[in-house]
């Protein structure tokens, strides 16, 4: 039996940009190919779950986004899906050359990478079993519920600098930058009561002080405007969509719809908000995720 080794930074191409990950070798032959939330990198973003994965044997592939982390693209902090999609793909493929990967792969991710996942489950029916934790999938309806948590005035704020910062990214400017998360009132891209809680649950102790905790204030129009779920019915393998049952971030209804549309899907509950899974739901969702990625990636059938 192999012995297991701790993790390994790796590097692979996505386009012509280079994109940085940790490679955990794993000892059963599958993998795990996990991407973080919207501008989290990937220590903060996966760090958890793929050390639970890997002591469970299975190799993972924890990756940043380009323009984030330890990746390489400019400008800095800037959402593009297109983009995102097309380095989770990279990734996958990245995976399949690991020399100990002989087995199935899995996809990861929370957040907006929970929407990827969807899409890129849709498009690529050899993914042999997905994860979607928490997953942001109707972007406009999301936002809608979200503006119950913030003011008027600070809405019209954050519109009026993403317009901005849009028009700047037109003719070469550097990125207007917000705030990840902030109190209602202020300008940040997150004002929902859970979405205070990102701090705490992904950067306990201030863990990860290199990560940037900000974004281009034109991705939240992206955002804002993503609609992944719409391809959860093309999505023919495994799923296992995680909800929150309290989560005022990702509202929990239109992850149920995914799981209802999806052919193949499993859905998991958990107790609390968007970052649950991080906090005190964190043994009830490592558990789900192990079962289906056991059932799926090393059983037979």
């Known amino acids: 039996m192999r012995t297991k080794t701790e993790r390994v930074r790796t590097r692979f191409t996505s386009g012509d940009i280079e994109c940085a990950a940790w490679h955990y070798p794993g000892t059963n032959g599958a993998c795990v190919v996990m991407a973080p939330g919207g501008a989290v990198d990937k220590e903060p973003g996966t760090d958890?779950?793929?050390r639970r994965f890997h002591d469970a044997g299975f190799t993972v592939l924890a990756f940043d986004f380009r323009r984030f982390g330890e990746s390489g693209g400019q400008p800095r902090q800037l959402v593009r899906m297109r983009e995102q999609r097309?380095?989770?793909?990279a990734a996958i493929a990245h995976a399949a050359t690991l020399p100990e990967v002989t087995g199935r792969i899995a996809i990861w991710g929370f957040?907006?990478?929970?929407g990827h996942v969807v899409r890129i489950a849709a498009r690529h029916p050899g993914i042999a079993a997905a994860i979607a934790q928490t997953p942001?999938?109707?972007?406009?309806?999301?936002?809608?519920?979200?503006?119950?948590?913030?003011?008027?005035?600070?809405m019209l704020r954050f519109l009026g600098l993403g317009l901005l910062d849009a028009l700047g990214g037109?003719?070469?400017?550097?990125?207007?930058?917000v705030p990840l998360a902030g109190a209602p009132g202020t300008v940040a891209m997150l004002t929902t009561p859970d979405g205070l809680d990102g701090d705490r649950a992904l950067n306990p102790g201030n863990r990860y002080p290199d990560w940037l905790q900000a974004i281009a204030a034109r991705s939240g129009i992206r955002i804002s405007l993503y609609r992944p779920g719409r391809y959860a019915s093309a999505v023919a393998g495994p799923l296992l969509v995680l909800v929150a049952d309290q989560d005022r971030t990702a509202p929990p209804e239109f992850a149920l719809r995914v799981a209802h549309s999806a052919s193949h899907a499993e859905l998991a509950r958990v107790p609390g908000g968007h970052y649950a899974p991080f906090l005190d739901a964190h043994e009830q969702a490592v558990e789900a995720e192990l079962v289906f990625?056991?059932?799926h990636l090393l059983s037979d059938g």
């Open 48 to 50: 958890p779950f793929a």
């Open 170 to 177: 037109i003719v070469g400017r550097a990125p207007i930058l």
């Open 293 to 295: 990625l056991r059932g």
């Open 136 to 154: 942001l999938v109707d972007g406009p309806r999301s936002a809608a519920r979200a503006s119950r948590h913030q003011r008027p005035l600070a």
């Open 111 to 114: 957040s907006l990478a929970g």
């Open 86 to 89: 097309a380095d989770f793909e």
